[in-house]
């Protein structure tokens, strides 16, 4: 199997290993997403890393599969949307860390990320529109701004790390990996040392917020307030 799962101290690290480019079959999501989803349930995890050994992160769909020409693209589609609808809604933050080359299926699963770290020189790309496989698309706006997103799903061109970082989509660019996996281990010591009720009803308010304009966002936050202090 392409995808392993630790969980130590309160942390699931899922670790992407699919030699020699990171493709990722149709079983490796299918097993992403069961391992999101059960974090999510499971009282003991409180947050969750997504990596991946090798030269990139990830190289996108294994689009080489074995699998009939009529319902490959759907299979992709479907599990695609499961599985970054599962990070983004999983009641654990999500970090994942970038390097190499963020393509495809791993953008597509950076953009779903609560926070994304990324190592210097990596750079980022939805070729879809050669493959006729267009999702990801609401997701890519998380990191970028809508202008930008169009031109980078409608042509298929890579963009930078620095771009990224520059928009805002990026929390850090790091030198080496090794840094890059220090800050995270600091940033998930903060996040399990805090009210684990609190930060999933937080997540799901930013998760709502993104769909409905400020006002109702505003109302919405006051309701979750009330909600969790009558509850604690």
């Not at 009939?68 to 970090?95: C, F, M």
């Not at 998930?188 to 937080?202: E, V």
Request: charged residues 25%; hydrophobic residues 40%.
């Amino acid at each position: 199997m392409s995808i392993s799962t630790q969980t130590q101290d309160k942390t699931t690290v899922i670790t992407i290993k699919s030699p020699p480019v990171n493709a990722l079959s149709s079983k490796d999501l299918e097993k992403l997403f069961s391992d999101i989803d059960q974090c999510s349930n499971d009282r003991n995890v409180r947050s969750i890393i997504i990596k991946s050994e090798g030269k990139g992160f990830c190289a996108g769909a294994d689009l080489k599969e074995d699998l009939p020409e009529g319902v490959k693209a759907k299979v992709i589609h479907d599990l695609l949307w499961k599985t970054a609808r599962a990070i983004r809604q999983s009641d654990v933050p999500v970090i994942t860390l970038c390097h190499g080359y963020v393509i495809g299926a791993g953008l597509f699963i950076a953009s779903a990320s609560d926070i994304v770290l990324a190592k210097e020189g990596c750079f980022f790309q939805m070729p879809g529109i050669h493959l006729d496989i267009l999702i990801g698309n609401a997701h890519l706006q998380r990191l970028l701004p809508a202008p930008v997103v169009r031109e980078m799903v409608l042509t298929g061109k890579k963009i930078t790390v620095e771009k990224i970082f520059h928009f805002g989509g990026i929390s850090k660019i790091f030198k080496n990996q090794d840094a890059m996996q220090e800050h995270a281990e600091k940033i998930i010591s903060k996040i399990n040392s805090l009210n684990p009720r609190s930060i999933t009803t937080l997540k799901k308010i930013m998760n709502e917020e993104e769909s409905i304009d400020v006002d109702s966002a505003l109302k919405q936050e006051q309701q979750y307030s009330l909600q969790l202090n009558k509850s604690s």
